[in-house]
């Protein structure tokens, strides 16, 4: 296994709430210790320093509390930023904000012409982009993201509401080998899947319902939610070295590492 130095972009979760409910992990109706929310981020932004990876910050925004899930935010290749454009109203405002720290900061961005919630529904495999519709990214931004990145795009279905985003229902471990919950994919997405890695790691339902799913991988270290065990297990039986963190609070939101983890490529 080799790890690669990353870049990545964070928001702190100064204002987040859950406020309303836009997928099936948020309840208004149950308490959020917004306090232990910064807390589990701060250590979740620290182990990715600890690993000498390069952290970035975007500034929250009031009213925006959803805006702690960065990997929404953009998909970035190549130094080309492919905006986004967010399916729920409560979460429009984003865009804008996330757009405009790309453009600041020197990058070539293209703006979001259809529904494509960034990394939430693209992630990197080698060349291909693997990129999820179903629930919010349509198919039309998929063919927008191949014409601007030049990479082959599998499109792929989801199909249970709860893994809304395909980085719920797939993790990226490195250029040849994804983690993935078979039946969050339609049956044609599953052999699509099969026959593009054959030696994919299969999470359980019970790992995925903690967003096992939902991690960080640099090529070696993987960094998931620390409730997902039998993942853990099955990753370190592969030669992974896996780093659990606590998000408990983000995923009454239905967030966890990934969420919260924009990588920024150049």
């Known amino acids: 296994m080799h790890a ?5 972009l964070m928001c702190r979760p100064t204002y987040f709430a859950v406020e309303y409910a836009i997928n099936p992990w948020m309840d208004p109706t149950a308490p959020v210790d917004a306090a232990l929310a910064v807390r589990q981020w701060e250590a979740l932004r620290r182990v990715y320093v600890d690993l000498g990876h390069t952290v970035d910050d975007i500034e929250p925004l009031p009213g925006l509390p959803d805006m702690v899930f ?4 953009a998909t970035v290749i190549d130094g080309k930023v ?3 454009q967010f399916r729920d109203p409560q979460r429009a405002d984003e865009a804008p904000a996330y757009r405009d720290w790309f453009e600041r900061a020197g990058f070539e961005t293209y703006e979001a012409k259809h529904v494509n919630e960034g990394e939430g529904d693209m992630l ?16 039309a931004a998929h063919d927008r993201a191949q014409e601007i990145f030049g990479r082959p795009v599998i499109t792929l279905q989801l199909v249970d509401p709860r893994y809304y ?6 993790c990226v471990l490195d250029e040849r080998t994804v983690a993935y919950l078979p039946e969050a ?18 999470a359980s339902p019970a790992d995925a319902e903690v967003l096992g799913l939902n991690a960080v991988s640099d090529g070696r270290h993987v960094v998931l939610p620390v409730q997902a065990t039998g993942l853990a297990a099955a990753l370190r039986d592969r030669g992974y070295d896996t780093m659990g963190v ?4 983000l995923r009454k939101a239905g967030g966890g590492p990934k969420c919260c983890t924009l990588e920024v490529r150049k």
Do not use: I, K
């Open 4 to 8: 690669t130095s990353r870049r990545y």
């Open 185 to 202: 994919f339609s049956p044609g997405s599953q052999a699509a899947l099969r026959r593009l890695f054959p030696d994919a790691v299969l």
């Open 70 to 73: 960065a990997a929404n935010g």
């Open 246 to 249: 606590d998000l408990s609070e």
């Open 82 to 84: 492919l905006a986004v």
């Open 165 to 170: 985003h395909l980085d719920t229902a797939l």
């Open 124 to 139: 990197l495999a080698g060349d291909l982009l693997l990129a999820g519709t179903g629930f919010r990214t349509t198919p």
